[in-house]
């Protein structure tokens, strides 16, 4: 969980949120989030539509009042402040460029309305449309642009201002995956070198755990859980991080044995340690979810050593690796997934071959069963 703001993480940082609540009629978007974004810090604020993450973000520019709680950008609190008082640049979903504007005038929009000197503003777009590698496109107009170009044009829109914070609203979803991840590394390029704070709204977990320094976990208007994209990834705070993030098994275990630091699951004949935190409270023998990632299994002969054995019901060809679908009853929840690197696994495991299961352990988590 978050933890509240404290006066001098709100100093040192570039973005604060404390304890802000959100309401839109009977319905609370924010419950009393609290979040500090360091400077420099490339924020993704992570989690499925209606968990509260683009209200947070349209708090923070201005578009939205919060109803508690207060904002601080750079210091300064601006809860009651207009949108063009806080020098935050915003990239938004669909672009928004200006169709009769040129290149260079949709990106010298946000200077000429701060009424900066002609000769500085040329210069200014010269440099951000150089810096997203359009030079030489100042006079197309967006409908002449693909859309990985017109996406440039919208960055380069929001860095020209020089802002103190730049804010993403999922920009990169209406691009192909290929266009896609190249902008990605492009961006986080851009934003390191600029040591630029950003807060990045998304939905893709692969895409939040590729680009961020840290990432918030959101559901139901709160922040489950704020950590590295490492931390996120290997050891989620509860079951819903386990669950959203990433692909993954869960499997029906008991629970052994229990400490303040690791806890003991038997699963089939096998038994595995996990980090004990989040079973802390539960007893011995009670039943537990185990959440596997689908790489910490491996596939063996059914007569090997192995925690499971189950029979091999789907395949999927990925190019780097296979995807392979075991129906085992035993696991407590039908269906596992299992990733094998390369294509082996394709011919040596066919549709119906009856396989063990073992499970490397490091980097699993337990829950109490529910």
Same mark, same amino acid.
């Given at each position: 969980?978050?933890?509240?703001?404290?006066s001098?993480?709100?100093?040192?940082?570039?973005?604060?949120?404390?304890?802000?609540?959100?309401?839109?009629?009977?319905?609370?978007?924010?419950?009393?989030?609290? !979040?500090?974004?360091?400077?420099?810090?490339?924020?993704?604020?992570?989690?499925?539509?209606?968990?509260?993450?683009?209200?947070?973000?349209?708090?923070?520019?201005?578009?939205?009042?919060p109803?508690?709680? +207060? @904002?601080?950008?750079?210091?300064?609190?601006?809860?009651?402040?207009?949108?063009?008082?806080?020098?935050?640049?915003?990239?938004?979903?669909?672009?928004?460029?200006?169709p009769h504007?040129?290149?260079?005038?949709? $990106?010298a929009?946000?200077?000429?309305?701060?009424?900066?000197?002609?000769?500085?503003?040329?210069?200014r777009?010269a440099?951000?449309?150089?810096?997203?590698?359009?030079?030489?496109?100042?006079?197309?107009?967006?409908?002449q642009?693909s859309?990985?170009?017109?996406?440039?044009?919208?960055?380069?829109?929001?860095?020209? @201002?020089?802002?103190t914070?730049?804010?993403?609203?999922?920009?990169?979803?209406?691009?192909?995956?290929?266009?896609?991840? +190249?902008?990605?590394?492009e961006?986080r /390029?851009?934003?390191?070198?600029?040591?630029?704070t950003?807060?990045?709204?998304?939905?893709?977990?692969?895409?939040?755990? +590729?680009?961020?320094?840290?990432?918030?976990?959101?559901?139901?208007?709160?922040?489950?859980?704020?950590?590295?994209?490492?931390?996120?990834?290997?050891?989620?705070?509860?079951r819903?991080?386990?669950?959203?993030?990433?692909?993954t098994?869960?499997?029906?275990g008991?629970?052994?044995? $229990?400490?303040?630091?690791?806890?003991?699951?038997?699963l089939g004949?096998?038994?595995?340690?996990?980090?004990?935190e989040?079973?802390?409270g539960?007893?011995?023998?009670?039943?537990?979810? !185990?959440f596997?990632?689908? /790489?910490? !299994?491996?596939l063996?002969?059914?007569? /090997?050593?192995?925690?499971l054995?189950?029979n091999v019901?789907?395949?999927?060809?990925?190019?780097?690796?296979?995807?392979?679908?075991?129906e085992?009853?035993?696991?407590?929840?039908?269906?596992?997934?299992?990733?094998?690197?390369?294509?082996?696994?394709?011919?040596?495991?066919p549709?119906?071959?009856?396989?063990?299961?073992?499970?490397h352990?490091?980097?699993c988590?337990?829950?109490?069963? /529910?």
């Open positions: 969980m978050a933890q509240p703001v404290s001098t993480a709100q100093h040192d940082a570039a973005v604060s949120f404390d304890g802000v609540t959100k309401r839109f009629g009977d319905v609370t978007a924010l419950n009393d989030v609290s !979040l500090s974004i360091r400077r420099g810090e490339f924020m993704t604020l992570l989690g499925p539509s209606g968990c509260g993450k683009t209200t947070l973000l349209k708090l923070a520019a201005g578009f939205l009042g109803d508690g709680g +207060s @904002i601080s950008i750079d210091g300064r609190l601006v809860n009651d402040m207009p949108t063009y008082k806080r020098e935050i640049g915003m990239m938004f979903q669909n672009y928004a460029l200006f504007m040129s290149v260079a005038e949709n $990106v929009y946000g200077l000429k309305t701060r009424r900066v000197p002609k000769q500085e503003c040329y210069k777009v440099d951000a449309l150089a810096l997203v590698k359009l030079k030489g496109m100042e006079d197309r107009k967006p409908r642009l859309g990985g170009q017109q996406q440039r044009v919208a960055l380069a829109r929001a860095l020209v @201002i020089n802002p914070v730049l804010l993403l609203d999922e920009p990169f979803s209406a691009l192909d995956k290929n266009l896609r991840a +190249s902008m990605q590394v961006l /390029e851009i934003q390191r070198k600029l040591g630029l950003t807060i990045f709204v998304t939905h893709d977990q692969s895409e939040a755990l +590729s680009m961020s320094d840290r990432v918030a976990v959101m559901s139901d208007g709160r922040i489950r859980q704020l950590a590295t994209p490492i931390e996120i990834y290997r050891r989620p705070s509860d819903f991080v386990a669950s959203f993030v990433g692909d098994n869960r499997l029906r008991t629970l052994v044995s $229990v400490s303040s630091t690791d806890a003991l699951i038997a004949t096998t038994q595995l340690k996990v980090p004990g989040s079973l802390s539960a007893g011995v023998a009670a039943p537990v979810d !185990l596997v990632r689908p /790489e910490q !299994l491996r063996v002969g059914a007569s /090997e050593p192995c925690a054995t189950g019901v789907a395949q999927v060809y990925q190019g780097g690796h296979v995807d392979l679908q075991v085992c009853a035993a696991s407590g929840y039908d269906r596992l997934l299992v990733r094998s690197s390369g294509d082996q696994a394709m011919t040596l495991w549709l119906g071959a009856k396989v063990g299961i073992s499970i352990s490091d980097g988590s337990a829950f109490p069963a /529910e």
